[in-house]
């Protein structure tokens, strides 16, 4: 409920939910986006695959400062499921650029599978990502979500009712 007020914005942390598929992280990161863009902030939301696509084209017409000055003007961006990439070394690169702008001038939602030490295996380049991390984690709440997945019915409802036809 203290994210929900916000002033992890204000501060420019970084918010990173660690977890397995269908504990709630991606409906957590977009309850805290509308919850700014209701507040009148501006944020964009995400796919990781989708965002480091878009990096890697943006290399073909030479427009990544653009984009990743446009990206930076949003005080809120969320990146969902970082984990299920296979990421080729300009989009590690490019991605590096783009949370290194945004290091403590505004504030990234990151969802992932991964717990961090996982992380070299889809970055790939352990310089790199040292750096990346320490520049996520300086400012950062990470949130470790344990639990079965919210998608999968429980036993209980699966049972019929009693009585029941």
């Known amino acids: 409920m203290s ?3 916000l002033s992890f914005i204000e501060r420019a942390e970084n918010i990173v939910f ?3 598929p269908g504990t709630g992280k991606s409906g957590l990161a977009i309850g805290l986006l509308r919850t700014a863009l209701i507040n009148g902030y501006r944020g964009r939301f995400y796919n990781a695959q989708d ?3 878009e990096l890697y084209a943006s290399l ?3 427009s990544t400062p653009k984009l990743i000055k446009r990206l930076c003007n949003y005080p809120l961006l969320i990146i969902d499921e970082l ?3 296979t990421l080729n070394p300009e989009q590690v690169n490019a991605f590096f650029k783009l949370m290194g702008e945004r290091y403590g001038k505004s ?3 990151i969802t992932t599978n991964l717990d961090y030490p996982n992380w070299y295996e889809l970055f790939q380049r352990k310089s790199l990502l040292d750096a990346l991390l320490d520049r996520l984690k300086h400012r950062c709440i990470t949130i470790k979500i344990n639990g079965p997945s919210l998608r999968t019915p429980s036993i209980e409802n699966d049972t019929p ?3 029941s036809v």
């Open 18 to 20: 660690i977890g397995k």
């Open 107 to 109: 504030s990234t939602i």
């Open 51 to 53: 965002l480091l696509d």
């Open 60 to 62: 073909a017409d030479r």
């Open 161 to 163: 009712p009693p009585n």
């Open 3 to 5: 994210l929900a007020g």
């Open 83 to 85: 984990g299920y990439l």
